[in-house]
């Protein structure tokens, strides 16, 4: 067996610990070496450079513009505004002037140079935020629905988010060593900044859960109350949906063996939805996904990275075997998955009431990314809101922002800042298309992309607005996707439409995902550039106009007409 | 043919399958003065022939195999480790080794060369390979009529360019008069199957045949050749030598308040012999604008017929090549008194002449334009040019080792921009140089050497070199240099400059030094990355116990850079450094430096 390059880091890495402090102190480079690139990971962040001008750079004699990523997690993406406020600030004072909302309802700051990665998360520490287990091969942020008016029972819900995103956090205390010297806070509900308790850390050197060489690969867990899918729980390792019963909720049926990466000429690899296994009652849950987790830790494949995660596993041994262990090791089994129906995964926009009497507001945010732009200050108006210091911030999967709980009051005050500042006005102007639409970070920042996507999705929809408004297909909500690479970070196997990077300017579509992301998409055309995009769409939406029956969504439209077979399975995915 | 007096047929059967042409002329010779020398001294058999040439060692003598790859993600890496090791079994010496690690300039030597390299971006080289790929296929590539070769390309059908690069080097190796040994492979995402294909195709290539039914002929004896030894030219300001540019890169990243050029000139059939040390002088000529403000402000026709050098020639023309505008100086001022004998003009220059200080604010930042602005007066051609004086050269630090960058020179030009009086101005060399010539162009220059401002003649002498901004150029040139010879002595650089990630001068190369432990020691002082300013000095100081112990040890110091502030500011922390360190009165710590400096063990290249 020879153990993967990250496997051989993790274990020479005494908890993660590396040698970052030393990286972090040699001024020489703005890099950190090379096993530590991976170690960072598991502590939230990414060394990147600004692609753009590496080449530029390197014939300057420069080294590449080396800058960090940071993802601070959001379990069920539900920030305070005082954790707003600071993550807009820290945006400014340490990275590049934006934050981005991702597809797990995490906060990424880019661009922050080495030397200011410690004040950027002691900054973010004083308002109860990590960035523990933000990346690397551990659970990762766990996401939730974030609209609390949607279900009686959403509190709950959430709070069984964070309770296993608590569960699942490694305990070594390296994070508070290296970037807080030592020092925990120990109060982690505590949204004051004044009264947290601020303690050394206790030197926790084993993982309990995870031991020494953590996962073999990144996991992620979601939970979803039907009929609203809008994190996707397919796309996850685990995903749980939540089951009500008589006004009641009982507990969460189970689906494993989620994930979404795959590499381009390599048909073994692929997205796979996960597979519904069960339900559990919800005194059970955690105890269910810790013994997923701990399944996949010792049978996982430790050698190719490619193939690691989960989902792989799952094929490799087969899902009856991998649910036996799982029962053996539960000492019960699952009961059978009770009946529910999700109708979409999109976001549904504007103004909305809680029971409580607060109002909600859902805001489009373009690429989840928060800039201030000369003609659209965003990032300001959304300070300003959070300068109210009411309700709360939750972050989406589909990288939107809603404003949670607001007073009347509070309501009016925003209303008019949101207005001033023409972010309403934003949400509200837009396709259904456009609403439904995400994509990922790729270039500059990512190192694996190989073409655009949020830096590009904006003026191509531009495009394909005039089409869909021609046709008169502007309030479809059609879901479109676009990614810089096949790794799927904006979820695009659950595109109605989606859009993959495979070079500068060339793309491969698929078509054919359901609404509700219950469904993967297939390859329909490759290699298209912007015409062939536009072209290909301009066929297929037209189509849809003259043709589609009275509630057709547009993915199920490409199946019936053959636009593209249904894919059942992901090993089906490239056939 | 027969072999004559009955000699091994196999040992020379030998001798001409593992050398090539060259080799075996150079042979010829090497055995022709051997037999000379055994007649006329009578040497027997105990003359010293080259190791591994002739006798037993012949066997186990292959030539050299040099693989380099070009990788990105690692898979050629491994494709190449895993042919470097099948090659290696056959009993050749094997290089694997990574482009971007590897000096072009070794090239013409390889005898066996095996390129695996993938592609990138669309039909690009990975960044590692950059260099090389740039280098053969530049203008700069070299004949390889001794090289045999072989492509292994990675890449991805998928692309357009499939596996662009490997053919690139494919056509390019063969191009340059190299010889393919099997025919070049391209290997699609799954590359493995098609890799080994290669392997085994180049270690059949390899295959030394045992015996030849052919016997070689020796049929003409020739003495090696005698190298001629250059004589070093003298260039001057006036018969200077056109060193024509073939690179020029802004050495600042983007958004950097600094302009710093690097350019390499070709020194090619000049004869121009320089040390690490020296400086290159730089003939420039005054840009078009300047020259049109003089016109302007003078109100004088270019087109105006003048003497000039026992000749004749125009006005514009003597302005804009002859004659030095940008600068003014005392002298100038005096002869601009001759002319404008206006009470004001007057009255001025005799209160900057009474004062020193106010003179030398005065002429800061003006230039004759300013002058002319300022005190007006009726001027011809001929009075004009009177005041003026001829171009003067300038000087920029050698930044290159002639061992390094053969026939080539390269310098670290700092672009001299300012706004000042209300115009906008530019120092001339420094603007010539960065806006007026470009790649391809020729410069006038000549090489001024520098006598003491030298490495150590002994190369196990410890240096310590101080250089912000530009004063980095001669360093580059001595780590070079000592990089190429093998110097043992340590290599201690202390660089400054504003900002990390745009003004970190030939970053990569130092990084590079510093991995290859050329370079023992580099600290940086980047002045403008936080809030309080720190400068070189301040990195002295911080580090004085290992200055000290440096200094102690024999270290050369060296300081180069800005005379004004810097070289006094470092002479400065060297005294606190003895005083503290050395327990040293203040007194007796700046005599210890000077006395440093007498020694020549302080050296400065101060401007
Ligand atoms: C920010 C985000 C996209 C966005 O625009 O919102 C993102 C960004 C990146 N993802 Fe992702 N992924 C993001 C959600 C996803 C999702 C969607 C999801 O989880 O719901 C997926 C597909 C689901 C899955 O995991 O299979 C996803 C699958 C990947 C993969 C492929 C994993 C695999 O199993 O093959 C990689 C590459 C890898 O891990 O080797 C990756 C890697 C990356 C990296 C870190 C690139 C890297 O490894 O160097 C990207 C950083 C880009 C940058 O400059 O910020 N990202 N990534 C999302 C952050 C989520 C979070 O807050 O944690
Ligand atoms: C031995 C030696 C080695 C050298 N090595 C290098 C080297 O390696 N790299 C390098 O870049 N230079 C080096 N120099 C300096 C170089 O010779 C030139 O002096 C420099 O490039 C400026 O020349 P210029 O023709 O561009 O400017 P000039 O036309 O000579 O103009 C210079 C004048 O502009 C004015 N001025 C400049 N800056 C300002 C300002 N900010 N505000 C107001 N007025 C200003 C001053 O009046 C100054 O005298 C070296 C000099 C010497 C003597
Ligand atoms: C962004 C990107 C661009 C690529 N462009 C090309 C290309 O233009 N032509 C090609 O043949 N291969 C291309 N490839 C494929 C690589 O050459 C191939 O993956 C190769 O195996 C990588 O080898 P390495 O790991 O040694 O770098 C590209 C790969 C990436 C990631
Ligand atoms: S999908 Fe690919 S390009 Fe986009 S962020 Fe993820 S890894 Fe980067």
Redesign the interface.
């Known amino acids: 067996m020879k153990l993967s390059e990250v496997e051989i880091a993790k274990d020479k890495s005494n908890y993660l610990r590396g040698t970052i402090r030393e990286s972090l102190s040699n001024?020489?480079?703005?890099a950190l070496y090379h096993d530590d690139t991976h170690l960072i990971k598991f502590h939230g962040s990414y060394q990147q450079t600004d692609r753009d001008?590496?080449?530029?750079?390197?014939?300057?004699?420069?080294?590449p513009?080396y800058s960090f990523m940071i993802r601070v997690r959001v379990p069920g993406g539900v920030a305070t505004p005082a954790q707003w406020l600071r993550m807009d600030e820290l945006a400014d004072e340490f990275g590049n002037n934006t934050m981005k909302l991702t597809t797990r309802q995490a906060f990424q700051l880019h661009g922050i140079?080495k030397?200011s990665l410690k004040p950027a998360i002691q900054g973010f520490n004083q308002v109860l935020l990590d960035s523990i287990a933000g990346c690397g091969d551990v659970n990762r942020n766990v996401m939730c629905n974030p609209n609390p008016y949607l279900s009686p029972f959403h509190e709950e819900v959430y709070q069984m988010s964070a309770k296993i995103s608590e569960h699942f956090t490694p305990k070594t205390s390296a994070y508070w060593d290296i970037w807080l010297n030592g020092e925990q806070l120990s109060d982690k509900s505590a949204n004051d900044l004044v009264s947290s308790v601020i303690t050394q850390a206790v030197e926790h050197d084993d993982e309990p859960i995870y031991t020494k060489h953590y996962l073999p690969r990144k996991f992620k867990i979601a939970l979803a109350i039907p009929p609203y899918n809008d994190v996707d729980i397919f796309a996850n390792d685990i995903g749980l949906v939540a089951i009500e019963e008589n006004g009641n909720l009982t507990g969460y049926n189970v689906a494993i063996g989620g994930g979404f990466g795959m590499?381009?000429?390599?048909p073994d690899t692929f997205p796979r939805l996960a597979s519904m296994i069960g339900f559990v009652g919800k005194d059970k849950v955690v105890d269910v996904c810790e013994k997923v987790l701990t399944i996949q830790r010792d049978w996982g494949n430790r050698e190719n990275r490619k193939f690691s995660r989960l989902k792989y596993t799952i094929e490799r041994v087969g899902l009856d075997v991998f649910v036996n262990e799982m029962q053996n090791r539960l000492g019960f089994a699952l009961d059978l998955p009770k009946p529910f129906t999700f109708k979409s995964n999109g976001d549904s926009f504007g103004w909305s009431k809680n029971t409580n009497g607060n109002f909600n507001l859902t805001l489009f945010i373009e690429g989840g990314r928060i800039v201030d732009k000369a003609e659209y200050k965003l990032k300001t108006a959304l300070k300003k809101v959070a300068e109210l210091n009411d309700g709360d911030f939750r972050l989406t999967g589909n990288q939107n922002l809603m404003i949670c709980n607001l007073t009347v009051t509070s309501k009016k005050f925003a209303e008019k800042i949101l207005e001033q500042y023409g972010v309403l006005q934003e949400t509200f102007k837009q396709t259904g298309l456009r609403l439904n639409s995400i994509a990922c970070v790729a270039l500059n920042t990512c190192t694996l992309a190989f073409a655009e996507a949020e830096r590009y999705l904006p003026s191509l929809i531009d495009k394909i607005d005039v089409i869909v408004r021609e046709l008169k297909l502007e309030k479809e909500n059609i879901v479109i996707r676009m990614t810089g690479c096949p790794n799927g970070c904006a979820r695009p196997y659950l595109g109605e439409i989606a859009f993959i990077g495979?070079?500068?300017g060339k793309y491969n579509m698929y078509l054919g995902a359901s609404h509700s992301g219950e469904r993967l998409n297939k390859l329909y055309k490759?290699?298209l550039d912007e015409n062939g995009m536009l072209n290909e769409l301009r066929i297929v939406l037209s189509d849809y106009a003259q043709n589609k029956t009275s509630d057709e969504r547009f993915g199920d439209f490409t199946i019936r007409k053959g636009y593209v077979k249904a894919t059942e399975h992901g090993r089906d995915f490239h056939k | 043919m027969q072999a004559p007096l009955g000699l091994d047929t196999q040992v020379l059967n030998d001798l001409f399958i593992r050398y090539d042409d060259k080799q075996l002329l150079w042979l010829s010779g090497y055995l022709y003065g051997l037999s000379v020398a055994k007649n006329a001294t009578g040497f027997g058999a105990d003359t010293k022939l080259a190791p591994g040439i002739i006798g037993n060692g012949i066997a186990e003598k292959l030539p050299p195999v040099t693989i380099l790859y070009g990788s990105q993600t690692g898979n050629t890496k491994k494709a190449a480790q895993k042919a470097g090791e099948q090659i290696k079994a056959k009993g050749f010496d094997v290089n694997v080794m990574d482009m971007a690690e590897y000096p072009t300039k070794k090239l013409k030597d390889e005898k066996l060369l095996f390129i695996v390299v993938s592609t990138y971006?669309?039909g690009e080289p990975p960044?590692a390979a950059?260099e090389l790929h740039k280098f053969i296929t530049g203008t700069r590539a070299p004949k390889l009529p001794d090289t045999k070769f072989a492509v292994l390309a990675l890449g991805?059908s998928?692309?357009?360019e499939f596996c662009k690069t490997g053919v690139d080097f494919d056509t390019k190796l063969e191009a340059l008069g190299a010889k393919r040994l099997t025919p070049r492979v391209d290997c699609?995402?799954?590359w493995h199957d098609k890799a080994d294909e290669w392997i085994e195709s180049v270690l059949n290539s390899l295959e030394i045949p045992k015996s030849s039914s052919n016997g070689y002929a020796i049929t003409s004896l020739t003495n090696g050749a005698v190298k001629t030894l250059e004589k070093k030219v003298e260039y001057s300001r006036k018969t200077p030598f056109a060193a024509e540019i073939l690179e020029k890169?802004?050495?600042?990243?983007?958004g950097s308040t600094k302009e710093t050029w690097?350019l390499e000139f070709s020194l090619a059939d000049s004869g121009i012999v320089y040390t690490p040390g020296d400086a290159l002088h730089i003939l420039p000529t005054n840009s078009e604008r300047i020259v049109a403000e003089i016109l302007k402000v003078s109100q004088l026709d270019p087109k105006t017929v003048i003497e000039w050098e026992s000749g004749t020639s125009t006005l514009g023309e003597v302005l804009l090549n002859k004659v030095e505008l940008s600068v003014i100086t005392r002298d100038f001022l005096k002869k601009y008194a001759e002319i404008n004998t206006g009470s004001s003009f007057i009255v001025h220059r005799s209160s900057l002449e009474a004062d020193p200080k106010k003179l030398h604010e005065y002429v800061y930042g003006r230039d004759v334009v300013d002058v002319l602005n300022e005190f007006p007066t009726d001027l011809t051609a001929q009075t004009l040019l009177s005041c003026l004086k001829k171009m003067p050269s300038r000087a920029y630090s050698i930044a290159s080792s002639l061992s390094a960058h053969p026939d080539e020179v390269h310098l670290t030009v700092g672009a001299v921009r300012y706004e000042k009086y209300g115009r906008a101005k530019q120092g001339v060399a420094s603007g010539f140089l960065a806006d007026r010539k470009n790649i391809g162009d020729s410069v006038n220059v000549f090489l001024e050497t520098n006598e003491f401002f030298k490495l150590p003649k002994d190369n196990k002498t410890d240096i310590l070199m101080v250089g912000p901004g530009t004063g980095i150029a001669p360093y580059r040139a001595f780590v070079e240099e000592r990089a190429e010879t093998g110097a043992e002595g340590k290599n201690w650089l202390v660089f400054g400059n504003p900002h990390?990630?745009?003004d970190?001068?030939?970053?990569?190369?130092?990084?590079n030094y510093?991995k290859k432990g050329v370079l023992t020691r580099?600290d940086?002082a980047f002045s403008r990355?936080q809030a309080e300013k720190i400068y070189v000095q301040h990195r002295l100081l911080q580090k004085s116990k290992q200055v000290w112990e440096w200094i102690n040890n024999g270290t050369t110091l060296y300081v180069c850079g800005d005379k004004n502030k810097m070289a006094s500011d470092v002479e400065r922390a060297f005294v606190a450094i003895a005083q503290k360190e050395g327990s040293l009165t203040e007194e007796k710590a700046t005599e210890f430096i000077k006395n440093l400096k007498k020694t020549r063990r302080y050296l400065e290249d101060v401007y």
Do not use: C, P
């Open positions: 001024d020489v480079t703005g001008i590496d080449s530029e750079r390197k014939a300057q004699k420069l080294e513009l140079y030397k590499t381009f000429g390599m495979r070079a500068i490759e290699m | 971006g669309e960044a950059e991805d998928s692309y357009v699609d995402v799954d890169i802004q050495l600042n990243g983007r690097h990390f990630t745009t970190f001068l030939y970053q990569s190369e130092w990084q510093l580099l940086l990355d």
